[in-house]
C-alpha cells in the first residue's frame, strides 16, 4: 500500500512539475541568448536589456557587430512591423515607432490573445489551435508560448505570453531567411 501511495505521490508531483510552465521577464540588465540562421548560415546573438521610461534599448552583440537597438514606447505599445536589423548599420538604431525588435507590441499581443490572430509587416498571424505546436524549451524549460502561423506563407513564430514584453521566443520558415530561436535568458544584478 505505501508503494503504491508513492506512486500516485510522484506522479501527482510529476503532473504539477510539467504543468506550470516558464515565461521569461525582460527586465534590466536581461539578457537573451538567441541561435540565429541567417540565409543558411548559422551565428549566435546575445540581447541585453536596458529599460527606461522613456524606451526599450536591446544592445545587440553578434560575431563583433555590437550595436544598441532602441525601441520606442509608442512602439512597445502600438507597433506593427518587426525590424529585423542586425546591428551592422550603426552603433545606435532608433527604430521607427512601428517598428519592434524581437517582439510584438502589446497591442498585437492584446489582438492575438483576443481575437487568436494578429497582423504585422502587412501579414496577418494565425494562433494555432494545435496546443502541441507550443512546445517550446529553454534550457530544459518549458516555455508557456502561444504558437502562430502567417496567413500568407509558411512563417511560424513562438510569443511568450507575457503581456508587457511579447517576446518572439522562436521563428521559422521566415522567406526573408531569418530564423532565429531563444536559448538562455539571464539576469545580471
Request: aromatic letters at 8%.
Amino acid at each position: 500500500m505505501k508503494k503504491i501511495l508513492l506512486i500516485l505521490f510522484l506522479c501527482a508531483m510529476h503532473q504539477v512539475g510539467t504543468a506550470q510552465k516558464y515565461i521569461p521577464i525582460l527586465k534590466n540588465n536581461t539578457t537573451l541568448s538567441y541561435i540565429c540562421k541567417l540565409h543558411g548560415q548559422t551565428r549566435t546573438l546575445t540581447l541585453t536589456a536596458r529599460i527606461t521610461s522613456d524606451k526599450l534599448i536591446l544592445d545587440l552583440d553578434t560575431r563583433g557587430v555590437k550595436s544598441s537597438i532602441v525601441t520606442l514606447p509608442e512602439a512597445l505599445k502600438n507597433g506593427n512591423a518587426l525590424s529585423f536589423n542586425q546591428g551592422e548599420y550603426a552603433p545606435v538604431l532608433n527604430l521607427k515607432p512601428t517598428e519592434t525588435f524581437f517582439m510584438i507590441s502589446q497591442s498585437a499581443y492584446q489582438d492575438l490573445v483576443k481575437n487568436n490572430k494578429f497582423s504585422y509587416n502587412n501579414t496577418t498571424y494565425v494562433l494555432d489551435q494545435n496546443q502541441g505546436n507550443n512546445n517550446i524549451e529553454i534550457e530544459g524549460k518549458g516555455v508557456d508560448a502561444l504558437h502562430v502561423v502567417a496567413e500568407i506563407d509558411e512563417t511560424e513564430m513562438w510569443i511568450v505570453k507575457n503581456p508587457e514584453f511579447p517576446l518572439i521566443c522562436k521563428i521559422m520558415k521566415n522567406p526573408l531567411g531569418i530564423n532565429f530561436t531563444l536559448v538562455k535568458v539571464a539576469d545580471k544584478n
